[in-house]
C-alpha cells in the first residue's frame, strides 16, 4: 500500500482556479479524495491538521480580519482553509510574511466583497472515510486553544503598518 506523501497533500488539496466558487473547490476535492484509499485518507487528514495547527497564529488571523473583515474562531478556520487551498506555496509565504497573501488571485467575491473562505474543506476526508467505514478517522487533537503569537491590534492605523499590501487592496 503507497503512502501519501507531503507533495502528493499539495496536489490533492490546491484548488485549480476553477472561478474559485467554494463550493467548486470543496467538489474538487471530493473527486480526488474518493481515490484515495483508507489509509491515505488517515494520512492525508493528518498533513491537513498539521497545516491547520501551522496557520493558527494572530498574524494570520489579522490578515483574515484586514482581508475580509473575519473576527471570530469559525471564520478563521474556513479562511484557513481557503489558504491550504491556495497551494504550498502561498501557503508556506503566508507563514514567514502574512501580507504576502496580498498577492494570491483570483480571490472569490460574495456581494462584491472577498470572501476567503471554504467551508468544512478540513472534515471532508473525514467524512469520505466515515461514509466508507462507518466510523471516524482516529482523532487527532487540533493543538492550542490560543492562536499562536501576539494578537493584531484592529485600529486601522496599525493595521495598516502591519499589513500594507493587504490594507491597500482590500481595506474599506
Known sequence: MS???????????????LGLDPQNVSDNLKLKLHDLTDQQLIEFDKFFGICMRKCYTW???GAAFVMAGCNDEYGFSEFRCWLISRGADVFENALLNPDSI???TPVYHVNEQPYPYIDEYDLIAGLLYEE???DELPFIPSGSDEPRGKRFKDKAKFLKQSYPLLFAKYWQ
Not at 7 to 13: G, K, M, P, R, Y
Open 59 to 61: 498574524d494570520l488571523f
Open 3 to 17: 503512502t501519501l506523501t507531503e507533495q502528493a497533500f499539495w496536489n490533492l488539496v490546491t484548488a485549480p482556479d
Open 102 to 104: 496580498a498577492a494570491c
Open 132 to 134: 466508507r467505514n462507518d
